[in-house]
Nanobody, 114 residues
Framework: QVQLVESGGGLVQPGGSLRLSCAAS????????MGWYRQAPGKERDWVAS???????SYPDSVKGRFTISRDNAKNTLYLQMNSLKPEDTAVYYC????????WGQGTQVTVSS
């Protein structure tokens, strides 16, 4: 059973930066397309970024140019570098395989506030 553990969240001022990590157990990580998602209070979980097994990335317009997804297959770890953070980026952030989805981890809280 693959487990996903997100970390790196916290409280940051608008314009600040955070780097999230997602540690995945199991041997499927390196062959899987992975993604970051976020869920703000009272809203649905939204896609934030994705990366293929060979490193191709994709982002929605809301974070393009500010967020960067990367992966270290040797460490079974997914990253999300978030720069120029805005209050509307406040949410719980999750990682997961694009398809088929795995069980969701506990997520990591990101709060952008002055």
């Amino acid at each position: 059973q693959v487990q996903l553990v997100e970390s790196g969240g916290g409280l940051v001022q608008p314009g600040g930066s955070l780097r999230l990590s997602c540690a995945a157990s199991g041997s499927i990580f390196s062959i899987s397309a992975m993604g970051w998602y976020r869920q703000a209070p009272g809203k649905e979980r939204d896609w934030v970024a994705s990366i293929s097994s060979d490193g191709r990335t994709s982002y929605p317009d809301s974070v393009k140019g500010r967020f960067t997804i990367s992966r270290d297959n040797a460490k079974n770890t997914l990253y999300l570098q978030m720069n120029s953070l805005k209050p509307e980026d406040t949410a719980v952030y999750y990682c997961n395989r694009l398809s088929p989805r795995l069980g969701w981890g506990q997520g990591t809280q990101v709060t952008v506030s002055s």
